[in-house]
């Protein structure tokens, strides 16, 4: 798997590719089956599969003001196009050239720059400036360069089309299960441990500490949760979300307290799956009430998460 740009150039090997062509933040159902379509085809024409991207966020850039909504890294998203046999991502820098460029010249850009065969979007996608580019507009001006467009119709779960929206309500709404049906795995935070105050440590359950920059925030709370660690180990664990209301200043951060666990994680990259919504925030009136809590909570995540043999 390669990370491509257009500044740096599409290398030879991958020119004549099926290009996946969507934001894909989140990369859910409905992103998964335009991908898959990609994929397959390129497998079956013995061409590369490359999925391409935008980051930033195209709203984002129209839109710098808007509060976090991100579903997925750029790192994330490289691990799971490979997960599903991409062989490149290409990530468009969203910025004012970008975003000035007509659809027709887009399509060429995807022909001469890029050197797309074939291209495969969902049947929603716009692109372009002012977004006066469709499906329509992309499979009749790629036919005229050479390029073929395919569209794949969305993906219906539970009545509905599965979209990045429905999945960042679920989340604010501590619907983990929703949301895990939608994305196919559940929703994962991935940061940096930071330093932080040690009030964890000092109450018995010292936590990995990260912020949630520019990711959807799910409804604040307790969660059960699964931890990747940079060198590939995963730890079951229970992870308070949100302000800490119990102490002084409010400071939002993602604390995760790691079962079985020993060692030193300040530096260190962790990605935090939101697996179970166990409770929302509370403040608690002395540290006594909120150790006890602590202690319900670590319960209940390791009935969630554990084997029998391994939940003490």
Avoid: W
Avoid at 42 to 63: G, S
Avoid at 91 to 97: K, L
Avoid at 223 to 231: G, I, T
Wanted: net charge negative; hydrophobic share 40%.
């Amino acid at each position: 798997m390669e990370r491509l740009s257009l500044g740096d150039g599409v290398p030879e090997r991958f020119r004549g590719g099926i290009v996946a062509l969507g934001n894909f933040d989140g990369f859910h159902l409905g992103h998964q089956a335009v991908v898959g379509r990609a994929v397959a085809r390129a497998a079956h024409e013995r061409r590369p599969a490359i999925v391409a991207t935008f980051d930033p966020h195209p709203v984002r850039f129209f839109r710098p003001d808007v509060p976090p909504f991100r579903l997925t890294s750029l790192e994330q998203r490289e691990r799971l196009f490979a997960q599903v046999g991409a062989d490149a991502m290409l990530v468009f820098d969203f910025n004012a050239e970008l975003a000035a460029t007509s659809a027709e010249e887009f399509v060429a850009l995807l022909c001469e720059r890029v050197g797309a065969a074939g291209v495969v979007t969902g049947e929603d996608f716009t692109f372009g400036a002012r977004r006066g580019g469709n499906v329509a507009v992309l499979r009749d001006v790629g036919a005229r360069h050479g390029m073929a467009a395919e569209t794949v119709p969305a993906v219906i779960l539970d009545g509905g089309p599965v979209s990045s929206s429905r999945v960042r309500q679920a989340l604010a709404a501590g619907d983990m299960g929703t949301a895990t049906r939608l994305l196919t795995r559940p929703f994962a935070i991935e940061g940096e441990v930071l330093h932080g105050d040690k009030r964890g440590r000092e109450l018995g359950y010292p936590t990995a500490n990260m912020e949630l920059g520019r990711y959807q925030r799910p409804a604040y709370g307790i969660y059960a949760v699964r931890a990747r660690l940079d060198d590939g180990s995963e730890y079951a664990g229970v992870a308070s979300l949100g302000v800490r209301p119990t102490f002084e200043p409010p400071k939002e951060l993602l604390e995760t307290y790691l079962f079985d666990f020993a060692g030193d994680l300040y530096g260190r990259t962790v990605e935090v799956a939101l697996h179970h919504y166990l409770r929302g925030e509370e403040r608690f009136d002395s540290l006594d009430a909120l150790i006890e809590q602590m202690r319900a909570d670590e319960a209940e995540a390791r009935r969630l998460l554990l084997p029998s043999s391994l939940r003490a």
